[in-house]
């Protein structure tokens, strides 16, 4: 794609332009995933900025639900769920550096029906949960079991949903805390983005040294805000460039498309994550791309766009973005 | 439009078949434009189901901001903002129907600049407010006076953003209340929601006789979330055509455009307002195009479309949709 | 009580030394009860600052669940709930000045069982919401009918709770909007605070001519933020005396008791309604008591006191208050 | 204290009529203290249930903060803030247990001025923070070092506040999270609850094996919400007496005092906090008082307390609670 060498990453990585190695991060090598992203558990692989990592990433379940009769509240042990490979390490990465991972492709993986959708007892934006606790009576366990493939999620004798895969989650380590792989927050996580899918480049805060790259949870596709709390839950063979940018040091993660650049924040209430969102692409825009920043603030009221994540984990997350053109427009100026 | 002939409004409206006769709602035919949306002001017009009207509506300033050297806090008077056109009463309209709005044009009024952005003190989503009440400094009064016309809002020398009109403020009369003009809530009122521009149809409660339409506050375009406080405030010639669907019950406003159905809820926090406009949408789909309940959330967690209207009213808006194609498909099932 | 003559009221009402005229606002002269406060409805009574009036409140139910089989589902016509006296006029009052409430005392009105405490559906802290949408099954609707009396509330068989009458809802009329007896707002309206009682004085913000005073819904008790969404209601026969602030223009309601002074906030989410309070109370500390701004904030860290009104209103109340004996300390310095 | 003999820890712990062993956690003993709470950190005692510890705690800046001058964005470096003491363990805990630490005495320790108070950029309820992100400039930061004995805390020249000291973070370990200190959550953490001072008793789940106690953060007293970020911060010596009560397995922490218990939940927004604590608190009362579930939420609409924490904190913190007569009045019913 000819948008990728104008790219952030392209034009800042430090390994972009080497030819990039290839590694396998199986089932096999990954052995043991986890559950909880942070600095206490031992790498699985370390690569050079720039080199290619093929990932087989299991389903949020792990596999444990395989017919529609394999209910979560009976096979699920929590907190042991949305499982992860990695921790991946990049040579030379450190603290207040960025680590970029290009998703390359995303390719269904073992036999159909692959894909898993599930109603989950306190959990879901329509139901009572663990935090927001209610005394009404949980909904309905339910789950379905769906077929995939790269032309379609076939959800049903009528209707067929369009195959539009994501990483449901991606991140690098925190400094201190290792945090379930439930929760989203500034190091990235459960965010649950549809738009983290084959083609984007995320950008990610490094907070320890080699960055410790967790990635896992991919999804066939997901409607905005994941209402009932699962998405077309799927193992994955994802193919994933990664790069390394030398002291560019974010708050919170980001993300680049064809067309778009983006923020992401992660909070409750919902608002906290699109203030954090904004705010971030507000500050990016004067840092980099020229703007005053109440040039930028005005002009987002006219043109931001807003992608929600989800608002089911426990903590929601939105993305701010703009256009990539009124960006290239401005920075003449 | 072709879509149109199968749209809701086309099958139930009362007057959707009849010849339209044209109203025009003039600044003067109008006189007084009101601040509060309930049932104690007097009608302005009285039409038939399916009648067009071409309203000249004022800019959500009231014209007021004329220079970039007028600042909102010097020169308008809370809370006389946001100033609406109407009620215009509707034959036939009683509690339990729905007024179906379907927007056909809108047109810049008056000479250029006409178009206000505002930083306002104690607004917009990235300072503190009357509501999210700190003690931090208020950013600083900024106003931005912008050409708008058909083809474009000419946001600064480089930027040029598109034309993509739409009303910020529609509504029926809530039953007893006087709400003001910057808050939306069940009744529909301040919304801010960009869908919400020409070809779109709004579907909208009823609860007083006559059902007292207001509307007002166009927008020559706007970001998701309208982050800064304000639009493209400008004035209009917005032309709508207006019928009644009797029995039709809604309990949040509902919109339909050529793709998609849409339902609205306005609440804080945000995701509150997400889960009234999902859960309306949820029990939509099962009362009139035969899904399951449990089917139609597990669905929209797959394909649900969500907008943000606003995040910087007293109320924060939402809508959440679904493809008609989804709906169609399921319809035969 | 002694405290009473240094009281805010005492010093700075138009006529508090007057000799009181006492006014009877009985259920006859009522007459219709009032579901919103706004500025469009005929005053009852009009009044001379400094003024007694001893008024025959109807629950908030208004009479309708006389049993433990009369569900509100089934008695009640929404929105017509929490029925007001008023609106009183009192001589002299204009937008910008204060009106001050004394509760002298209250007192339960008519057969036992006159208490009512009730599960609604849709309503309450623990159940999904008209406004906090969900898909879960309501909570049992459950009436119980208690017996009040001035000793006490006779809960159970084995528990009496203590009689701790407050008002529930009080407020001067909005400038422009009217708002419906269940919402509380800057106005005023149902706050639900318990500290709202007996011995306490309110200070409401006047923005219409004559203040246009609403007062009802009468609580025997109520825990702090009457979590399943009603407390006692009863029908009380309450003695107030209401005197005129001049020129003391409030943004938000406050309180005063013997021991201390408190702002009130009203808004969703909770912290909202935190942040109105303790803003408005850092601000009066500065203002008129002699505190540096940032001494106030700090030291309220160390001895603010909040209380929880409601969260189950369409607004949470939260008063923040601080010890008299704190700021008279202070205002020595 | 006689009421002792009746709580919960003397009734049930394993170890309480044992002769306490009594354990000196000495700064010297402790050696590094812990910036996060999980089962990653090595313990630094083993006790058995029902021993006493004398912990020396430092002040929440660990001491960094030792005049006016010393502003905490230059003496500090996050996330190594709120150094904890611990992890203690506490033989035969396991996962499902609960941990019972009941505080005895909490002095002063080290020379005057002992206690710190700042206002931190971006921190405090009334401030912009990393996550209600703002525009808005920061406020000023300040420090204040205050005289703190065991008589009082010498606010200013005018103003003397009690000495109320408590416990602002006590907790076990997460099972595979390890979690900042800042921050609040179902394993306890940084409640920054004034109710959990000497005489209290605190019920925490235990959820690895050992328990793994930390304990740290003392107040000299702090208002409710600790509204700009800090309480009195000081260095002591608390003494607790820790037990185990087996096979009692809790969702969130609980506290016991002379005249109440409490149920505690952290969350945002706040009214999330205060549903958890709610829920528990009829959970509890229906399991272990012989309440009806709906007597217990409709009792709770009447007598209720709620206790507000902290809402500066990542997650705020509410207790809520009920006086013990009104549940022993039930319990023979």
């Known amino acids: 794609m000819a948008w990728m060498d104008d790219s952030i990453v392209a034009r800042r990585g430090e390994g972009w332009?080497?030819?990039?190695v290839t590694h396998f991060l199986s089932e096999a090598v990954q052995g043991r995933y986890h559950y909880t992203i942070g600095p206490y558990s031992n790498p699985v692989l370390r690569i050079a900025p720039g080199d290619r990592i093929v990932v087989e990433t299991r389903d949020a379940f792990e596999g444990a639900v395989k017919t529609e009769q394999d209910l979560p509240s009976k096979v699920l042990r929590m907190p042991f769920v949305n499982p992860q490979n990695g921790p991946i390490l990049v040579e030379g990465a450190e603290k207040g550096d960025t680590l970029a991972v290009h998703i390359e492709s995303m390719l269904p993986r073992g036999p159909n029906p692959r894909g898993t959708c599930a109603m989950i007892p306190q959990f879901g934006a329509l139901s009572g949960t663990s935090l927001t606790a209610l005394l009404a009576a949980d909904l309905p366990e339910i789950v379905r079991k769906i077929d995939v493939d790269e032309k379609g999620v076939y959800w049903s004798k009528r209707v067929t949903l369009p195959y539009r895969p994501h990483i449901g989650t991606l991140s690098c380590s925190p400094?201190?805390?290792s945090i379930n792989t439930l929760t989203p927050d500034s190091h990235g996580g459960n965010m649950d983005l549809p738009d983290m899918g084959p083609g984007s480049i995320s950008y990610l805060p490094v907070r320890t040294d080699g960055a410790r790259l967790f990635i896992g949870d991919a999804h066939a596709c997901q409607g905005d805000g994941?209402?009932?709390g699962t998405a077309i839950e799927y193992p994955s063979t994802t193919t994933i460039r990664v790069d390394l940018i030398k002291h560019?040091?974010?708050?919170?993660?980001r993300l680049e498309t064809e067309q778009m650049v983006m923020c992401i924040g992660s909070a409750r209430p919902l608002e906290d994550a699109a203030r954090i969102a904004y705010k971030d692409l507000v500050?990016?825009?004067?840092?980099?791309?020229?703007f005053d920043?109440?040039?930028?603030y005005m002009m987002l009221s006219q043109c931001g766009i807003v992608r929600l994540g989800n608002f089911v984990d426990p903590k929601y997350t939105v993305g701010a973005g703009i256009l990539k053109r009124y960006l290239s427009e401005a920075s003449y100026s």
Chains 1, 2, 3, 4 share one sequence.
């Open 17 to 20: 332009s080497r030819e990039p």
């Open 175 to 177: 400094e201190i805390d």
């Open 226 to 228: 994941e209402v009932c």
């Open 248 to 253: 560019w040091t974010l708050e919170w993660p």
């Open 283 to 290: 500050l990016w825009m004067e840092a980099e791309y020229g």
């Open 293 to 296: 920043r109440w040039d930028a």
